[in-house]
């Protein structure tokens, strides 16, 4: 007898905010459970949207602390009840929301503390629908990308954008980092693997290790 195929992962990504940051949200279509990936404003539309799929936010996960990617967190947590999840060396920037509004002209929505600091490797699982946390610094110090393998898709935050990375020039940020991590963090991974970035377009691993000129793809060599 044949084993079922598993339904494959509901997955919807939207701009949001001010800034228009990527917002993600993946959907174990078994248990109906979600996770909302960089929630940067506009927290009735996520809603909405989580609302019109069928599902239920049961984690709020963040690639990192810059105001565009967390102003509807709040909001969504008084909501759902859902955990706040980031890495903890984004813990200055997360604390210090209000100066960013200030210094950028966007007003001030308070946000509660993070109930949860992810680690590197750390594993993300929604009954049949895993991923992993990987540390990827340099945009921010405590900067996160979310691979999940078994669907070709790698959440960068601004770590990686198509034909571009991270700003490197804010908070905490540093270019050999970021090209450390993008190095040995993410052009490690399958080429084919879908890259949502943390604004713009899509785009592949394949694609940024081939044509990115900020970062080009150095292939080791004995001889080299």
């Known amino acids: 007898?044949?084993?079922?195929?598993?339904?494959?992962?509901?997955?919807?990504?939207?701009?949001?905010?001010?800034?228009?940051?990527n917002c993600t949200i993946l959907g174990d279509p078994v248990s109906k459970k979600a996770m909302v990936f960089d929630p940067g404003g506009d927290a009735q539309r996520i809603l909405d949207t989580v609302d019109?799929?069928?599902?239920?936010?049961?984690h709020i996960i963040h690639t990192h602390a810059h105001l565009d990617?967390?102003?509807?967190?709040?909001?969504?947590?008084?909501?759902?009840?859902?955990?706040?999840?980031?890495h903890k060396d984004d813990k200055m920037l997360w604390d210090n929301l209000e100066g960013q509004c200030s210094l950028f002209g966007i007003p001030y929505i308070p946000a509660p503390a993070p109930d949860h600091w992810l680690e590197h490797e750390?594993?993300?699982?929604?009954?049949?629908?895993?991923?992993?946390?990987l540390h990827t610094p340099g945009h921010s110090p405590g900067s996160?990308?979310?691979?999940?393998?078994?669907?070709?898709?790698?959440?960068?935050?601004?770590?990686?954008?198509?034909?571009?990375?991270?700003r490197t020039d804010l908070w905490g940020g540093s270019f050999p980092t970021i090209e450390k991590s993008i190095r040995n963090e993410i052009y490690v991974l399958?080429?084919?693997?879908?890259?949502?970035?943390?604004?713009?377009?899509?785009?592949?691993?394949?694609?940024?290790?081939?044509?990115?000129?900020?970062?080009?793809?150095?292939?080791?060599?004995?001889?080299?």
Not at 1 to 21: H, N
Not at 69 to 78: L, P, Q, T, V
């Open 1 to 21: 007898m044949t084993t079922p195929a598993s339904e494959p992962m509901i997955i919807k990504t939207f701009p949001v905010g001010p800034l228009q940051c």
């Open 52 to 58: 019109s799929l069928g599902l239920q936010i049961t």
């Open 69 to 86: 990617h967390f102003m509807a967190s709040g909001e969504i947590k008084k909501v759902t009840g859902a955990p706040l999840a980031l």
């Open 122 to 133: 750390e594993d993300l699982q929604l009954n049949q629908l895993t991923g992993k946390a």
């Open 144 to 166: 996160m990308s979310f691979v999940f393998e078994e669907e070709d898709i790698l959440i960068a935050g601004d770590t990686l954008f198509q034909g571009s990375i991270g």
């Open 190 to 224: 399958d080429e084919a693997i879908e890259i949502i970035t943390g604004h713009g377009p899509s785009t592949t691993i394949g694609n940024e290790m081939r044509y990115n000129p900020f970062v080009p793809y150095k292939k080791s060599s004995y001889f080299s």
